[in-house]
């Protein structure tokens, strides 16, 4: 499966997910519940939209160079997927946002090293869904774009917006592969 495929589940189907949800808005002030919810939901997109029987494992254990590691979603022996969320009401504190963003960036370096050791082509990708308002929004990019060491506007250009089924939240995906 291509990166393209995994994209268009991701921002198609997982955003009409959460677009559709009656009931998200409440959890969207607290950024662990939504990210739990966000890991069934993905897990089910992914089971629906991707071509061909893939097994799917939420937080995955892997085992890289004789240490454990939890991913959020393994995806056959294909994609390792982190999935993140920053809330509305989080107080957002860039320092330590940015070395979270970062620590999954490595996470996923070193799965991916991991899996080529032992002779797998793993790939792996970040999704981050940001609820947030307006006003907000740059600084989130700004976050995004100093974790992964790139300009603001590739992930200004990336990002899929969407809004909570009550219109109350809106919110951005953005997708990277590592």
């Known amino acids: 499966m291509k990166f393209e495929e995994l994209k268009k589940v ?3 189907d997982l955003r009409l997910s959460i677009e559709r949800s009656n009931g998200l808005t409440v959890f969207s002030s607290e950024s662990s ?5 966000l890991h069934v939901e ?9 071509s061909g029987k893939k097994t799917i ?5 892997v085992n890289v160079s004789g240490k454990e590691v939890e991913v959020d979603l393994l ?13 509305v009401n989080e107080k ?8 979270a963003l970062k620590a999954d960036i490595e996470k996923l370096k070193a799965v991916k090293k991991g899996f080529s050791e032992k002779n797998i082509n793993m790939n792996t990708a970040v999704a981050y869904f940001v609820l947030q308002s307006e006003e907000k929004s740059h600084i989130h990019e700004n976050m995004l774009s100093e974790a992964f060491g790139t300009d603001d506007a590739a992930f ?3 990002k899929k917006s969407f809004f909570l ?3 109350s939240v809106k919110g951005a995906i953005y997708l990277r592969e590592v």
């Not at 519940?33 to 919810?37: R, S, T, V």
């Not at 993905?42 to 991707?50: F, N, Q």
């Not at 494992?57 to 254990?61: G, K, L, N, S, T």
């Not at 957002?92 to 070395?99: F, S």
């Open 10 to 12: 991701i921002e198609n």
């Open 33 to 37: 519940a939504f990210e739990n919810w």
């Open 42 to 50: 993905a897990a089910g997109a992914l089971a629906k939209g991707l």
């Open 57 to 61: 494992v939420p937080e995955a254990v």
């Open 75 to 87: 995806v056959g022996n294909e994609w390792a997927i982190e999935l993140k969320v920053i809330g």
């Open 92 to 99: 957002i504190a860039g320092a330590e946002t940015i070395k």
């Open 156 to 158: 200004f250009e990336d």
């Open 165 to 167: 089924n009550d219109n």
